[in-house]
C-alpha cells in the first residue's frame, strides 16, 4: 500500500500477545487490514484492539479492568477467574489451558470446576 506506518509499543505488545490460530498469512491479512484502517502514520493500541476484537471477541481484551479500589486478593481471584474462563474457551482442553497458563492441569481442573459451580454454568 505504499505507506510507512508505525506500531505503538503497547499495539506491537498486543500482536505479540495474540494467539495466531493460523500461519502467517493470517498475520499479514491483519497488518494489511489495520494499514487500510488506519488514518495516521501510527497505529496505536487500540486501532489493533478493534481489529482484533472483530477477529475474535475474547481474545485480546484487557483482563483485569477495574473501575475503583478492591482488596488485592479480591482482584487476584477476579483475573484468575476470567484468565481461566479465557483459556477454556480459547482450548477447550484443562491440558492445553492449563499449558497455556503456566500452571499444572490438575490445578487448572479444579478451579475451573470451582468456576462453574459458582456460575452454575460452564464457560465454554
Avoid: W
Wanted: with cysteine; glycine share 4%.
Amino acid at each position: 500500500y505504499q505507506c510507512n506506518l508505525r506500531f505503538s509499543s503497547s499495539a506491537f505488545d498486543l500482536l505479540e500477545a495474540y494467539p495466531f490460530p493460523g500461519n502467517v498469512r493470517e498475520l499479514q491479512n491483519l497488518i494489511q487490514r489495520i494499514a487500510i484502517k488506519n488514518d495516521g502514520d501510527e497505529i496505536d493500541a487500540t486501532k489493533v484492539e478493534r481489529i482484533l476484537m472483530k477477529l475474535d471477541p475474547i481474545a485480546p481484551r484487557q483482563t483485569g479492568r477495574f473501575n475503583q479500589v478492591i482488596p488485592l486478593e479480591q482482584a487476584f481471584s477476579q483475573v484468575e477467574k476470567e484468565l481461566i474462563t479465557m483459556a477454556m474457551k480459547q482450548y477447550h482442553s484443562t491440558t492445553k489451558a492449563a499449558k497455556a497458563l503456566g500452571v499444572s492441569q490438575s490445578t487448572i481442573s479444579r478451579k475451573y470446576r470451582q468456576i462453574v459451580n459458582k456460575t452454575g454454568k460452564q464457560q465454554l
